[in-house]
């Protein structure tokens, strides 16, 4: 259930980002918001997530899951360029959720 939390998590930190970006420096208030209500339930999802799981595979896959997300959503909906690097670059980050995540979340 912790890794479930955790992955949910960083979909909201990647809504966070956005709304972060969306926000134009805090001068748009609904995206403002948006901002704050998605960062309260990424970091409440996170700490509750880390309370069951080693910190180290625990945030490096909620900031991992964040950052490929973000960046994607960038690219799709945001103007952001594409480049095959940056397609291989989340292709490895990817990869190293996955396998943080089958490394296994024990103590």
Do not use: C
């Not at 890794?3 to 805090?26: N, P, R, T």
């Not at 918001?33 to 999802?45: K, M």
């Amino acid at each position: 259930m912790a890794w479930a939390v955790l992955i949910v998590s960083g979909f909201f930190e990647a809504g966070w980002a956005v709304a972060l970006k969306l926000s134009d420096g805090f001068s748009r208030l609904w995206w403002t918001v948006a901002f704050a209500v998605f960062a309260l339930v990424s970091f409440a999802g996170l700490a509750w997530a880390m309370k069951q799981l080693p910190a180290g595979p625990a945030y490096a896959v909620w900031t991992g899951i964040g950052a490929a997300l973000t960046a994607v959503i960038g690219m799709v909906w945001l103007g952001d360029g594409v480049s095959t690097l940056k397609l291989v670059s989340l292709g490895l980050i990817v990869s190293g959720v996955i396998g943080l995540n089958l490394a296994g979340g024990g103590h």
